[in-house]
């Protein structure tokens, strides 16, 4: 099939294609590791090269090298301005999102650089990427034939207008709702993303059944539940414990219930942790009364963070925690399973003996929860250096006590 085609008589671009030619690739794949800055200035000893182009594609590949790999390694990817580049997916996120659906048409609705369309295409007869940036449908295009991937459709248009327009179904459809305004500030609501998932909804459904979504995971979870209908689960996906996306399965039959998925892909292992939403509004964890009789502390990872699960990760796993908004937890049975990191306490600080206990140290890692003072100030107070074989909690118990927990990694 076409890669650019007329879909019930959308606008889609018939400019030519992109094409990079042979000198241009040559002195992006000679330079990938020279310095930018410096490639401009001597601008003038490569007459017969577009420096701003190649400049541009340099940045490209180097920003993509650890995110996207597949992309990387083909020398004939063309990479769009860096705000695109930097809004992608990864291929770790986009590769679990490609494994939670399957079928025959797959509607992208915001296509971008393409990432998602690429990985979700691997599960469906066809996917149609809808761009309303001409530019990056080109680019789209250029890459999909360069990546061999035959199974795109590219549609140059507004998402709103693909939906009034579209008279077939999909099996699935899925958005990724630009996440900063019209002065390229990061919004924090749903409602400002664009397009309006809110707004768009209803046409979605009467398209498709089933719809993908992915947030930015600065957006409150509870709050998006609540302005969105037919939320089957909430998956919190977060790479090296730190939290890269919300993704939202819809169906259009409303579920009962909401499972929250969280994972959290890490070098050594994938930590996952599932629930159903009210769970954690019924259960109930113990605190800790006496730390001194207590062996290991838990350090739930940032998706579960993310997610709130704080009495259910407890119960889970038999836990006592620290304060009802203190969230470490601890045991004197080790958890090794346990989806965060895991420390042995080897001694607890009380305040008037911080700074004695600190004389032994010349480094530590420190951290706070839920306390009165900053990591930069603890800091400053011992005189430890950052780094070291010891972590050091600084924490609140349910009593109120203000506790410093000195621990090694289990």
Avoid at 33 to 61: C, F, T, V, W
Avoid at 70 to 92: D, M, R, T, V
Avoid at 232 to 240: F, K, L, R, T
Wanted: hydrophobic residues 40%; proline residues 2%; glycine residues 2%.
């Amino acid at each position: 099939m076409s890669n650019i085609i007329n879909v019930n008589n959308f606008h889609c671009t018939s400019d030519k294609l992109l094409n990079m030619n042979e000198k241009l690739r040559a002195f992006i794949v000679q330079h990938l590791n020279d310095d930018i800055h410096q490639l401009a200035m001597d601008a003038k000893k490569y007459p017969e090269i577009n420096i701003s182009e190649a400049l541009s594609q340099i940045n490209g590949r180097k920003k993509v090298c650890n995110k996207l790999p597949i992309f990387h390694q083909n020398e004939n990817i063309l990479y769009p301005i860096q705000l695109s580049l930097e809004q992608s997916s990864s291929q770790i996120t986009a590769t679990y999102k490609a494994s939670l659906c399957n079928g025959y048409r797959l509607v992208d609705l915001t296509g971008g650089f393409g990432v998602d369309s690429y990985f979700l295409a691997e599960n469906f007869e066809e996917v149609i990427y809808v761009e309303k940036n001409e530019e990056l449908c080109r680019l789209a295009t250029h890459n999909f034939s360069a990546l061999k991937r035959t199974n795109i459709m590219v549609v140059n248009s507004m998402s709103e207008s693909f939906l009034m327009h579209y008279l077939d179904k999909a099996d699935w459809m899925y958005i990724d709702p630009a996440r900063r305004d019209n002065s390229g500030k990061k919004v924090v609501k749903l409602a400002d993303c664009e397009p309006d998932v809110t707004v768009l909804l209803e046409s979605i459904f009467e398209k498709s059944d089933n719809l993908m979504v992915k947030l930015s995971p600065m957006l409150d979870i509870h709050a998006i539940i609540d302005q969105l209908h037919g939320i089957a689960a909430v998956h919190i996906i977060a790479v090296d414990n730190e939290c890269k996306e919300l993704l939202l399965i819809l169906n259009k039959k409303t579920a009962a219930t909401i499972q929250i998925k969280t994972i959290n892909f890490q070098k050594s292992q994938v930590q996952n942790f599932e629930y159903y939403l009210q769970e954690e509004q019924q259960a109930s964890c113990q605190h800790a009364q006496e730390l001194e009789n207590y062996r290991f502390l838990y350090e739930p990872n940032a998706a579960i963070m993310k997610a709130g699960a704080f009495k259910l990760i407890g119960q889970h796993f038999r836990l006592d925690k620290l304060q009802v908004n203190t969230h470490l937890y601890v045991s004197n049975e080790l958890h090794i399973e346990f989806p965060g990191r895991v420390f042995a306490i080897k001694k607890i600080w009380e305040k008037e003996k911080w700074k004695a206990n600190a004389l032994s140290l010349k480094k530590a890692n420190v951290a706070t929860r839920n306390f009165p003072i900053s990591v930069d100030e603890i800091r400053k107070k011992l005189k430890l250096a950052d780094g070291g074989e010891t972590y050091l909690f600084a924490c609140t118990l349910s009593d109120n006590k203000k506790v410093i927990i000195e621990t090694i990694k289990a």
